[in-house]
């Protein structure tokens, strides 16, 4: 007995040493970091401003691939199975905290198959409604639907998008019943609320700034729980007149199950330090995004509180999973 045990400690002790030499030459080649939307939106925005300064900081290339389709699912799907030697992570978002609502058949479990690097930046999302609509603060937005059940309508860039959800969460807090209208994407939804088709939108600034500023969007509220760099003068939604409000989008690294911690650590380390750049934090609140870091286990805690509140957001909307 005493012999196995001191086999097994052995091997344990070679693969502990193997993955401490491994993770002290790495990155010894490019890495791939996968996005799962099309170039020009906002998580291939801030993977590319990402990757640019990594590779400044790691001496190696790091390289966005662009896989797009279902929702992000593809690139997630191929990260979950990638090997697990930290050349391939994924820059995820709050979508994949949702996909398990309308798939039950995913090929993988954000909560179980991943390996979180750190959060990288919040997106905060601007409350805006049609010029005519006759409220001027969150408060008089919820008079205004509580007087009317059903019938103000809002829009999403569809079913348990970062959109539907804020807006879910802004009904059950608020006692409400405004009605969802999903769009193909954001722009749609927001291009309806400035020709007076609907009434209101959640949306990240880059997709309503110019509208606001021509006047053909009114703007609200900011729905994190604190006032945005990206407009500061703007109120939160929970200081307007909904207590405890508190929702927003997030981009954030994802590597495969499996990577060596000591690698998860060298990239969460180069992370942190490339965000916390004061040019890159410039560009990035440009760009209508919040540089956020966190330490791996705080990222992975962070995943697991923003899986549950969209599955209770989901019950509470009537959202099942599809078959």
């Known amino acids: 007995m005493m012999r196995a045990i001191a086999v097994v400690l052995a091997v ?9 030499a491994c993770a002290a030459g790495y990155p010894e080649r490019p890495i791939r970091m996968l996005v799962g939307f099309a170039p020009g939106g906002g998580v291939d925005v801030t993977a590319r401003l990402l990757a640019t300064r990594l590779s400044e900081q790691l001496g190696q290339s790091v390289v966005v691939e662009n896989r797009p389709g279902s929702g992000g699912m593809i690139a997630t799907a191929a990260v979950a199975h990638a090997q697990a030697d930290g050349y391939t992570v994924l820059m995820a978002s709050a979508a994949d905290a949702a996909q398990h609502l309308l798939h039950s058949d995913l090929s993988y479990d954000l909560l179980k198959d991943f390996a979180p690097v750190s959060l990288v930046v919040t997106v905060p999302f601007a409350l805006v409604t049609r010029p005519s609509l006759p409220v ?3 408060a008089d937005l919820v008079r205004l639907a509580r007087a009317h059940p059903g019938e103000l309508r809002y829009a ?5 998008s970062a959109a539907h959800l804020s807006n879910e969460l802004f009904n059950s807090m608020a006692k409400v019943q405004i009605m969802h209208i999903p ?16 009434d209101m939108v959640f949306a990240s600034f880059p997709s309503v700034m110019a509208l606001a500023d021509a006047g053909k969007v009114k703007l609200l509220a900011v729905s994190t729980p604190y006032r945005s760099a990206v407009m500061p003068a703007l109120p939160t939604v929970a ?11 997030w981009y954030g690294v994802l590597a495969p199950k499996g990577v060596p911690p000591a690698i998860v650590d060298r990239l969460n380390a180069a992370i942190v330090a ?12 440009k760009q209508g995004l ?6 791996r286990e705080a990222f992975g805690r962070f995943l697991a509180d923003e899986v549950a509140q969209s599955a209770e957001l989901a019950r509470a909307s009537g959202l099942a999973a599809s078959r």
């Open 183 to 198: 769009y193909k994407g954001v722009s749609e939804g927001v291009t309806a609320v400035a020709a007076g088709q609907i």
């Open 136 to 138: 001027a603060n969150v």
């Open 156 to 160: 999403s860039s569809g079913i348990a």
């Open 12 to 20: 344990l002790g070679w693969a502990a040493a193997a993955h401490t």
């Open 239 to 249: 200081e307007s007149g909904l207590p405890g409000y508190e929702r927003y989008g």
């Open 290 to 295: 919040e540089p956020k870091t966190t330490t």
């Open 274 to 285: 490339v965000v916390g750049k004061p040019e890159m934090r410039e560009a990035m609140v």
